[in-house]
């Protein structure tokens, strides 16, 4: 069976502030995660956690769910558990069923046994029930003989002691001898104390049971007999001064007897409890009594227990919370109750469907309530209930209206609009529209009546009451595809609540202003401010300034138990009413807090209906819902706060060293902080609200400083991450319904750690070496300054230096070009002139018809022209070579073929001179520009047959040299010879000159220097070695590899 609330709502002569008490019953069973529903005993730890011994071992509940305290193979008391009570150092003392004990800790969940200090402790003990305020536990052994859990020896008596014996709060044991009329009294060591009488008594008493001053709760196993007859007979009072006497057990002054008991059958067990109000609390077999101090009975829940578990059950064990519930171990479950102020009045709660559509006051202080079964006038001063319409007029009564006359008008779901006058009802002009005239009401200052319905507003004079929509909409056209469920005049015009918003209505104008066209309004109010409150279907409460325009929205998340709200009303004190799809709440306007009560606080559904809503002239308030109304007047509703505790359950955090989610629980609980590392992306803090008995609980929290507003949740977990670094201060709050938020905060301090690079010693340290760093660094800048400074100056005079050299050279070269220019020009005018000369003296020889000496003239002018050619051939050579355009194609040649290449170019103009042009044998390989080598080997060869008289010898050979990997082609002649004073600068520009040759052959005087040049181009070089009247060696140095 799921877990299951019944509120019993039983009259009782006890009161709390002048509200009646109810009782409000919880089963719990397997369904609802009971680990066992064989239940054998209850007990609360230090911190509010109730633990559950069962057959099988023990539990815990903190109201949400059941967590298994234990493994069934490694603690030995995992097995049936008799006894659970909590001592002083927050240790469960746990007796199993053979007698063995254990201390348990709740928190750490370790166990250890303990036993008899001089011996083993004995198997097959069966404990005496003892109260919970005894000094000693009591057993008894097979062989009859009772140990104590704390002497040193067992009690040495030579009574015969059985589980009839009876273990005193004063640490003594009663043994009743059912021959007598008396008790025996025995300390621990079993020497008799004393003897007890059962005064009045004139026979023996059967198996008696004492229930004895200091004593919360007594059970025991009783075997009925035919012959009793009064359950008085059964138990007595023994005061610590050994005075006994009956405890009256009464129904109505009538004493109980064993035939009121249900499921009569021989064996029973019976469970006795005193509660804080000195009540006396009987369970047995199916029933449980209360009794007041008197012994008169004062409620039977015994119906609604056996509804409630539906089969059979037998009590074991009762507590009481420190919240003043009452746990009842049975053998099919726990049943928790609880008692509350009775806070609201309800009618036809028992009634199935009975859901109110529409509330209002007749004469005579009668309440008229619509309904879609019937409608029903209560006499609120007999709560009795009459039936209210005529035979042909038995429709559903809607929406009300009351008129200055007294007079009522009504909707209804058959259309029309009804008049109650007289406690008679009659139809109220003809409807012939298709609309259902829902909500009416009468503007008094227009003498119209307006009509609220599905198809917008309609209307009627005071006089025809011809129902007809209302048509100036003035562009407002959605009024009239809206559902209207209010109407409020204010001097600014009538405002209309409806489906799509609010519309504001002026006799004269018509519609002309609108808001909220988004909402579904229910209903709203106008406080004293001038504010609207107001009430919509899925968007919540809304708060508005119709100057300012200004509004707010409250919902859910601001801790609404639903955003459907049909009403909103406001008591003498401020505070809002809102009935819902969940419940009622009270909402106040100053402190933005809700509180909400449902079923379980004594209304009469969660769920309330449009329309179904009152306020009566006295004050009091009506609320219709699905299953019946509920009234209340505000300032009888005198809530208490919570007792219950606000716990933490655990705390799961990520831990980014080991990248793992993991418990941190026991450190929140020991340390009361929750730290985090910089890497640590999140934890999870799961808490309770230790009230067993609500229905509807609601936490709120806020982080200082991060989340400054309250958040407000269902849920008891919460899940955080991204925090900032720092310490924050988390608080968490919570409600029960039917109370305000507990004053008890959870507050817990949130390190969150910065990263190390963000600790003060490492910014001290990092600002220390950023000192050194820019320190160091302004030395080191300072000092390439300087070092660029001085290297700035030397590039300057190097630069200056490099300048002033190519100042020279440039200086030199232009020098160079104009004596250049003026030897060419010198050289270039000598044989034009002749050339001119000539060209005369041809036109002269042709004009005196000497034909025969023209022909000697052309080889003149053949040698001018050839000397002309060659010269300019050299010159443009050179100019080539000086040009930046000049690129070299060096190449692997052939020293041999280059030689005989330039041997063949002469050897016909050696023939001529007589001169012996001769080859030695050649060999290797060069590494140079062809056409630079042949230039330089014609021009030597040319002036080396040019100044060789005839006869005379010009040779051509090449030398390899390993050592600096090179080859020279040496040119060498045994003609004239050149004087030492040419020989210095034989190369250079500046000391061109030109020399006939031995057979009067002119010269350039570029080929030398052409040479020179073009050696220097090819990583070579070029020497002369001459000695006068003996000849010249000419030697071109170039490397035989790539260089």
Known sequence: MTSQLLLLLLLSPIFLMGQEEAYEIKFISFEDGLPNRSTTCVAQDSIGQIWVGMSTGLAMYNGQEFVFATDRESLPFSRYISDLQLTADDHFRIITDNGTSFLFSPYTRDARGYNFRQERFPNRLKRLPSPATAPSLFFTDPSQRIFGSDPDTPINSTVRFDQTSQPTPWGTVL??????????????????????????????????????????????????????????????????????????????????????????????????????????????????????????????????LNKLAVVAWSPMHFFIDVTGNTWLSTTTG?????????????????????????????????????TYQKNRVIDLATDSIKPFCLPDLCWCMNAFFRMENGEILTGTYGNNISMIRDDSIHVFGENNSRAALLLPYYHSASKTYFFGTPLGVYFSSAHDKNYLPYSKLNGFDLIQQSTITHFHDTPSGLWIGSSNGLFLLQAEKGIVRSKFSKYNVKHFFEDEQ???????????????????????????????????????????????????????????????????????????HD???????????DGTLYFGGLDGLTSFHPSDINLKESKAPLRINSLTQHINATNKIEDRTASLLSSRKIEMASGDKFFLLSFNLLDYTSSDISYAWKMEGVFDDWNYQKENRLRLLGLPYGTHKLRIKARASGSGWIDRELLIPVIVHRPFYFSLPFLLAMAFLLTLLTFGFIQYRTARLRQRSLELQREVAERTEELAIKNKELQNINSTKDRLFAMISHDLRAPLISLRGLTKKVNFLIE??????????????????????????????????????????????????????????????????????????????????????????????????????????????ALSCRQNSSVTLIVSDSGVGIPPAKLKNIFALENRSSTNGTSGEPGTGLGLILSGDLARQNNGILTVKSTPGRGSIFSLQLPAHKR
């Not at 004190?573 to 909402?587: E, V």
């Open 848 to 957: 005196r018809n000497r034909i025969h000496e023209v022909h000697q003239i052309g080889e003149t002018v053949d040698g001018a022209v050839a000397r002309t050619q060659k010269l300019l051939d050299n010159l443009l050579s050179w100019a080539i070579v000086q040009g930046e355009g000049f690129k070299l194609q060096p190449e692997k040649l052939d020293v041999a073929e280059l030689l005989r290449e330039a041997q063949s170019l002469y050897l016909d103009l050696a023939n001529a001179k007589s001169i012996n042009l001769v080859l030695s044998d050649p060999h290797g390989c060069i590494y140079a520009d062809r056409q630079s080598v042949l230039t330089i080997l014609r021009n030597l060869v040319d002036n080396a047959v040019k100044f060789t008289p005839k006869g005379g010898k010009v040779s051509l050979s």
């Open 334 to 370: 726990l049943f928790l109750i609880s008692t509350r102020s009775k806070l609201f009045k309800t009618h036809f709660k028992d009634e199935r469907n009975t859901s109110v559509r529409g509330i209002t006051e007749i004469s005579d202080g009668r309440l008229l309530v619509g």
């Open 175 to 304: 043994h009743l001898d059912p021959n007598e009329w008396q008790a025996t009294e025995y300390d621990t060591s079993g020497t008799l104390i004393g003897k007890i009488k059962f005064p009045g008594r004139k026979a023996p008493i059967l198996r008696p049971r004492f229930f004895m001053e200091g004593t919360d709760q007594y059970s025991f196993n009783f075997r009925i007999l035919p012959t009793m007859d009064r359950l008085e007979e059964l138990l007595w009072f023994l005061s610590k001064d050994r005075v006994a006497s009956k405890i009256p057990l009464n129904r109505a002054g009538k004493p109980l007897r064993f035939k009121d008991l249900r499921n009569n059958t021989d064996d029973k067990r019976f469970v006795l409890q005193r509660d804080a109000n000195h009540n006396l609390w009987l369970a047995t077999t199916e029933v449980l009594w209360i009794f007041d101090e008197k012994g008169e009975m004062i409620a039977d829940l015994s119906d609604q």
């Open 530 to 604: 001038g504010i609207f409150w107001i009430a919509t279907a899925n968007a919540g409460l809304i708060r508005w300034n119709p100057e300012t325009d200004v509004h707010r929205t409250f919902t859910i998340q601001d801790g609404l138990t639903n955003n459907t709200l049909y009403a909103v009303y406001q008591d003498d004190d401020g505070y809002l009413w809102l009935p819902s799809n969940k419940g009622l709440m009270r909402f106040c306007p100053r402190e933005e807090n809700i509180i909400s009560f449902h079923p379980a606080d004594g209304i009469a």
């Open 607 to 617: 769920e309330f209906n449009t329309f179904s809503h009152y306020r009566a002239t």
